[in-house]
């Protein structure tokens, strides 16, 4: 046992020191190289964005290419010679997988660096951007599932079990279809979303009784971010099947509304001027909408709506919690009689209360309906 163990490893010596010269040759040059390209290009140009991002994965094919050629030169009665190159193999097509994922997710970053959201663009921006970032997520699977299938194939095993599936694969495709059924759909849900663009990445909707923004795209599902920071995870599919709110479908502007109930007695148009003075003095309002009409009233008061328009929807929340409390703080300062109120009166009953001197004193109330 010790005597095979020393003749393979002296039959392995030469080759195997020869070996591990040529991959550190190997990855010096290329890092030296890597410096070079780096140092006499600029970072901001297509070239150097998908080097960059593949980078190391590339320098790990480069050696893993050299290994593989130095084991397929070596002579073929060295012991566990197969081994060697089945590892080394599978290792080579793991590393050339690792290295189509970051070139892909590359093109996706190049893409998006080449349609930058410039002022009055945004939209078109947005749009090639939440494309791109889905299709080339699904590249990436695709890419994915392809390097596991070739790694599998390199195991003798797996080959013959492919062989004897075959036979069954119409039975596994049904049942491997009705499995997969959810993936498949919102993978068939994000690609229709991809092409139709109901909404875009950093697109405000209302969902579920959420205002949140389009953070991210997956291949299965959308992150929004909520308003107060939160994350609310919607599968794709969720989207074809539900209707949802798109407040930055075309533009971002926004209508923001104001109701306040006010007494009958108060005088509209001191309120139109007030909200007029208000408004010019907010940075939030876009100069566009400014509008005061009674809209409703009721039995005990009336109600005043002020219509405002702001160039999104974060800046339109902010000017209704601005028009609304200097609204009420104006009205309680100048007219504060004329805040609602429930009025009641005196009405004769049939029967009265004596007092002292014998006069007969009221002793029921009821509200006059006003």
């Not at 299938?149 to 491997?176: D, H, K, N, W």
């Not at 005061?292 to 339109?316: E, H, N």
């Not at 409390?325 to 309680?332: A, F």
Request: aromatic share 8%; glycine share 6%; net charge neutral.
């Amino acid at each position: 046992m010790l005597k095979a163990l020393e003749t393979g490893l002296q039959a392995w010596l030469l080759p195997g020191l020869t070996a591990l010269a040529a991959v550190a040759a190997t990855y010096v040059a290329y890092r030296l190289s890597l410096a070079l390209i780096r140092h006499f290009t600029d970072s901001r140009t297509v070239p150097r964005l998908f080097l960059d991002a593949a980078a190391r994965a590339l320098g790990v094919v480069s050696c893993l290419l050299v290994l593989n050629g130095m084991l397929n030169a070596v002579p073929d009665d060295l012991p566990l010679l197969p081994g060697f190159q089945q590892m080394a193999t599978l290792l080579l097509i793991l590393a050339l997988t690792w290295a189509a994922v970051r070139l892909t997710s590359a093109i996706g970053e190049v893409i998006v660096h080449l349609n930058p959201v410039l002022e009055g663009q945004w939209k078109r921006a947005r749009k090639v951007e939440t494309q791109t970032r889905f299709l080339v997520r699904c590249l990436n699977v695709l890419i994915v599932i392809i390097g596991l299938g070739a790694a599998l194939m390199t195991f003798e095993s797996v080959r013959q079990l492919g062989a004897s599936l075959l036979a069954s694969a119409g039975v596994g495709g049904i049942i491997l279809g009705f499995a997969a059924r959810p993936v498949l759909s919102n993978l068939l849900a994000g690609m229709q979303i991809a092409l139709t663009q109901p909404f875009r990445i950093d697109d405000v909707l209302y969902v579920q009784g959420e205002w949140c923004w389009v953070e991210e795209v997956t291949a299965t599902y959308v992150v929004l971010r909520v308003w107060d920071l939160r994350r609310l995870i919607v599968p794709l599919q969720w989207f074809i099947e539900n209707p949802f709110q798109n407040w930055s479908r075309n533009t971002a502007d926004m209508l923001g509304t104001v109701f306040i109930w006010v007494d009958y007695t108060m005088p509209v148009e001191p309120l139109r001027e007030e909200f007029g003075r208000l408004l010019r003095t907010t940075r939030q309002w876009d100069g566009n909408v400014e509008l005061v009409q009674v809209t409703d009233s009721s039995d005990q008061a009336m109600q005043i709506r002020f219509l405002m328009s702001a160039p999104d929807s974060s800046q339109s929340w902010e000017l209704r919690c601005i028009i609304r409390e200097g609204l009420v703080t104006y009205i309680q300062q100048h007219y504060p009689e004329q805040l609602p109120r429930v009025r009641a009166r005196l009405v004769a009953s049939e029967s009265g209360t004596e007092s002292g001197d014998g006069s007969v004193i009221n002793d029921r109330f009821e509200a006059d309906g006003r």
